[in-house]
């Protein structure tokens, strides 16, 4: 299907959380859509579960089915179209949306749209017509654990002890997403060529 004519370009950027995926948005001023907001509540039913490292288990909040995928395609799809949406508000410490937000692109040729579960709207957007480009942020996995371990601490996310033992299993996880994400048409790019890639999105969409 070609894209029809749209607001904005739709640019999914996608990496390990804790890779810096929000702070492309602020380097380059394009604004930005959290994928985060679009997770299922902590009761939604049928969440799937991961066991942790040395014991226990917690809900695998990195599992694409405890996130609204339907939802996040219709709303991004209406975003490229008109330049706004309705967005939902979440709060990743309690696992709960508390009500929502008008997303406004304020003219912006390209909306940067972040998150772990930019691999899977890849195809969807496609296939609803939308100008849309891919990005994997290509960081250290050792600077992707510090960073998110820092993070989540601050952030008080969850209990220490989990944030220690979630983080040492995305680690061992990260090359094989790394794999899907290129193999579903993901550029891998460091920081500063993603910077350059967003901003020439950007100016290519300015109107002449």
């Not at 917690?58 to 995928?69: C, E, F, P």
């Not at 579960?117 to 050792?142: K, N, S």
Request: proline fraction near 8%; aromatic fraction near 6%.
């Amino acid at each position: 299907m070609s894209p029809e004519p749209s607001s904005c370009t739709i640019i999914l950027v996608a990496g390990p959380s804790g890779s810096g995926k929000s702070r492309l948005s602020s380097q380059t001023g394009v604004p930005q859509v959290r994928l985060d907001d679009f997770y299922f509540d902590h009761d939604h039913p049928d969440l799937p579960v991961r066991s942790l490292p040395g014991g226990g288990s917690i809900v695998d909040w990195d599992d694409v089915r405890t996130w609204d995928l339907a939802g996040a395609t219709s709303t991004l799809a209406g975003l490229s179209r008109t330049g706004s949406a309705t967005v939902p508000n979440y709060d990743i410490s309690r696992s709960q949306a508390f009500g929502s937000h008008q997303f406004n692109a304020a003219g912006s040729p390209a909306v940067i749209c972040e998150g772990i579960f930019a691999i899977d709207l890849l195809a969807p957007l496609q296939q609803e017509g939308v100008p849309v480009e891919a990005i994997w942020l290509d960081r250290p996995r050792w600077f992707n654990f510090v960073r998110r371990l820092q993070r989540d601490l601050r952030q008080r996310r969850k209990p220490p002890s989990v944030l220690v033992r979630r983080g040492i299993a995305l680690l061992r996880l990260e090359p094989a997403l790394r794999r899907r994400a290129l193999a579903a048409g993901f550029t891998p790019l460091g920081m500063a060529a993603a910077a350059a890639e967003v901003e020439g999105i950007s100016r290519s969409r300015q109107p002449h």
